[in-house]
């Protein structure tokens, strides 16, 4: 997506889809790229104070992007991953943070 298209999306609060927290003032509707028909939120800012990491990184069969779950501080429970290094040119082009929308 270029930069002009960008700067056409809204962006837009995001919650947790547990317990409702706040997670990030700036998320931008997107689709998982490995399956279009998983919605998401993606972020070009880290959600600090309302996320962690958890886990190790990993990769997925479609891709060797190094991968990492982060988490709802307030319920606990997994809510995204991080973009850690991104190795497809694809990925390269998108934000870092993406939070899901449904478990």
Same mark, same amino acid.
């Given at each position: 997506?270029?930069?002009? %298209?960008?700067?056409? @999306?809204?962006?837009?609060?995001? %919650?947790?889809?547990?317990?409702? +927290? $706040?997670?990030?003032?700036?998320?931008?509707? !997107?689709? $998982? $790229? !490995?399956?279009?028909?998983?919605?998401? #939120? +993606?972020?070009?800012?880290?959600?600090?104070? !309302?996320?962690? #990491?958890?886990?190790?990184?990993?990769?997925?069969? +479609? /891709?060797? /992007?190094?991968?990492?779950?982060?988490? /709802?501080?307030?319920?606990?429970? &997994? &809510?995204?991953?991080? &973009?850690? $290094? !991104? +190795? /497809?040119?694809?990925?390269? @082009?998108?934000?870092? #943070?993406?939070?899901?929308?449904?478990?």
């Amino acid at each position: 997506m270029s930069t002009s %298209n960008f700067k056409n @999306k809204c962006v837009t609060q995001v %919650n947790c889809i547990y317990c409702d +927290s $706040l997670l990030c003032m700036r998320g931008m509707k !997107a689709v $998982l $790229l !490995a399956d279009t028909e998983i919605e998401l #939120f +993606s972020t070009d800012v880290p959600p600090n104070r !309302a996320v962690d #990491f958890v886990a190790s990184c990993y990769s997925t069969e +479609s /891709c060797k /992007c190094k991968l990492r779950d982060i988490a /709802c501080l307030k319920c606990g429970n &997994v &809510v995204g991953y991080h &973009v850690v $290094l !991104a +190795s /497809c040119l694809i990925i390269r @082009k998108v934000q870092p #943070f993406h939070i899901l929308t449904e478990v």
